[in-house]
Antibody
């Protein structure tokens, strides 16, 4: 079955760190760029970061640049997001999303993992 | 960064209605636009990519159009399962952005 499954969310204090993971299966993981997208409670979708299939290229939203680091391990079909210096406004459900066959839209999403930053 | 603006923010409609949601980009994005449907507590689901290409498995009552800076998502005849929130997303630049969402409610 083609799927991605996030893990690693939880409660963390402001200024703390957390590492999210996304396990992929059912497709050739290394062939696709992967993304993190988040959604704060009751709010809309916010793109966070993207990493190319090889891992050689990464981009970040301005809101997380310098604090978050995206990475991938193609040997383990795993995507990660290291989140440092967490702020209350980082509280959200974090989704892992695969890009499509024909462009950089997102055709496969995980269920998400909730990150709560307490102040 | 490219800003995406959806209208309306909320739309009330009835089963069987034809509805249209608009998405405007702050600069030209060619046809690099996708539409998603999201239901409460669930992940978004891709409906349309490249402005007008229907994702496999998505009902044909959904259609997309537009290019440049103005785009529309049309549902030809609303079904009960269609009441949800809809988002547009541009992927022209390396920094992707979503619209703020349109909540489609039952009238």
């Amino acid at each position: 079955e083609v799927q991605v499954l996030e893990s690693g969310g939880g409660l963390v204090q402001r200024g703390g760190s957390l590492r999210l993971s996304c396990a992929a299966s059912g497709f050739t993981f290394s062939s696709y760029a992967m993304n993190w997208v988040r959604q704060a409670p009751g709010k809309g979708l916010e793109w966070v970061s993207v990493i190319s299939g090889s891992g050689g290229s990464t981009y970040y939203a301005d809101s997380v640049k310098g604090r978050f680091t995206i990475s991938r391990d193609n040997s383990k079909n795993t995507l990660s997001l290291q989140m440092n210096s967490l702020r209350a406004e980082d509280t959200a459900v974090y989704f892992c999303a695969k890009v499509g066959q024909w462009g950089r839209y997102f055709d496969l999403w995980g269920r998400g993992t909730l990150v709560t930053v307490s102040s | 960064d490219i800003q995406m603006t959806q209208s309306p923010s909320t739309l009330s409609a009835s089963v069987g209605d034809r509805v249209t949601i608009t998405c405007r980009a702050s600069q030209s994005i060619s046809s690099w636009l996708a539409w998603y449907q999201q239901k409460p507590g669930k992940a978004p689901n891709l409906l349309i990519y490249r402005a007008s290409s229907l994702e496999s498995g998505v009902p044909s009552r959904f259609s997309g159009s537009g290019s440049g800076t103005e785009f529309t998502l049309t549902i030809s005849s609303l079904q009960p399962d269609d009441f949800a929130t809809y988002y547009c997303q541009q992927y022209d630049s390396d920094l992707y952005t979503f619209g703020q969402g349109t909540k489609l409610e039952i009238k």
